[in-house]
Structure formats: structure tokens, C-alpha cells
T-cell receptor
């Protein structure tokens, strides 16, 4: 089954404790991206990747890191989480070039 | 930078009533996509519009792309409780997808 898999589904952590949210897709998509969803603000793009080893900043990259060492995986790293990073995070993948996106199930992150 | 605004932010309708959400971009879009997110779920792709003035239908849903390719609308005829959710438009660039703020639809039975 074609899917984008995110883990964990829920995460509660404390300020400053490094964490990684994993994302994996099985559709051989070149394009992957991370979004955060906050009430009233919609989906805002954090980082995206056009292919292996090629990444670029979205609209809200501060406080986040990404890497794309393999085509299928695109982890999101918060090296020193802060409470303003409490949010619902979605990973998405697609063929690129403006084609439709497939989203993961989301990760609800709470930073205390 | 490029912004995509959606109105209204919330809409409550009685089952059977029609519903429309509007999407407006500050710049010309190469295409527009629409997604639906059910409560507690993730966004799911509905449709993509590419041509100026394009109109597409999916059963009770009608999607329109403006002539200037800066606005779009989604109209649902005779809403049902299964239409509940948040509808997002997204300006599809080559790699940067700019999502609208979303319209949250509640349908009262």
C-alpha cells in the first residue's frame, strides 16, 4: 500500500531535549516536505527536499533541521525544542513539479 | 512573500445547505490544489486545477480556478455530514507549496 509513515504519532518532551520525528515513503517520490499546522495559520512549510542530499528552507525553518540521505526517508530534527514548537507536524511526499502531495498521519508534539 | 488567504475561516451549515470556500493569492499561481482534512486526520488531495478559468466537478463538489489564476473556489452542493472537515487550497509551485489558512466546515444534521 502506498503510504507516508510518520513516527511517533504523539510526543511530549521538555524544553531543550533533542528529538527526531521520522518520515518514510514507499512511493519512490523525489519530493518530500515538512509542514506544521497551527490553528488559524493553516499548513506552513518548514523544509523541503527535491532529491537525495538536496534540501531547502520553507517559510518557517528556524529551530528545525532536516536531512535526506536516502530517497525514502526525510527526518525532522529539533535540536533544542522550545514551547513555541508545540504543534501538529505533517510530512508529505510527491513527484515534485507541482504534483499532488501525499501526507503522513501527523505527529502531535508538545514541548513543556 | 507569497500569501494565500482563505475565507471563511469557519462555516456551520445545516445538512442539505450549500457551502463555498474562497481562496485568494497575492500572486499568480501556476496551479491550485485542494485538500480535505477530516477531524483528527491528515490532508488528502482532492483535485488540481491548472488552466485559467478551469472548472472541474466531483459529484457534489465544484472547483473553479479564476481567469487571472489568482483565486479559486470550492462549492459543495447539498452538504452531508460526511463533508465535515477542513478544506485547504494550495498554490502549487515547483517545490514550494503555499497552503491557504483553511476553512473548517461543520455540518449540522
Amino acid at each position: 500500500e502506498a503510504q507516508v509513515t510518520q513516527n511517533p504519532r504523539y510526543l511530549i518532551t521538555v524544553t531543550g531535549k533533542k528529538l527526531t520525528v521520522t518520515c518514510s515513503q514507499n512511493m519512490n517520490h523525489e519530493y518530500m516536505s515538512w509542514y506544521r499546522q497551527d490553528p488559524g495559520l493553516g499548513l506552513r512549510q518548514i523544509y523541503y527536499s527535491m532529491n537525495v542530499e538536496v534540501t531547502d528552507k520553507g517559510d518557517v525553518p528556524e529551530g528545525y533541521k532536516v536531512s535526506r540521505k536516502e530517497k525514502r526517508n526525510f527526518p525532522l530534527i529539533l535540536e533544542s525544542p522550545s514551547p513555541n514548537q508545540t504543534s501538529l507536524y505533517f510530512c508529505a511526499s510527491g513527484k515534485g513539479g507541482g504534483e499532488k502531495l501525499f501526507f503522513g498521519s501527523g505527529t502531535q508534539l508538545s514541548v513543556l | 512573500g507569497q500569501q494565500v488567504m482563505q475565507i471563511p475561516q469557519y462555516q456551520h451549515v445545516q445538512e442539505g445547505e450549500d457551502f463555498t470556500t474562497y481562496c485568494n493569492s497575492s500572486t499568480t499561481l501556476s496551479n491550485i490544489q485542494w485538500y480535505k482534512q477530516r477531524p483528527g486526520g491528515h490532508p488528502v488531495f482532492l483535485i488540481q486545477l491548472v488552466k485559467s478559468g478551469e472548472v472541474k466537478k466531483q459529484k457534489r463538489l465544484t472547483f473553479q480556478f479564476g481567469e487571472a489564476k489568482k483565486n479559486s473556489s470550492l462549492h459543495i452542493t447539498a452538504t452531508q455530514t460526511t463533508d465535515v472537515g477542513t478544506y485547504f487550497c494550495a498554490g502549487g509551485g515547483t517545490y514550494k507549496y503555499i497552503f491557504g489558512t483553511g476553512t473548517r466546515l461543520k455540518v449540522l444534521a
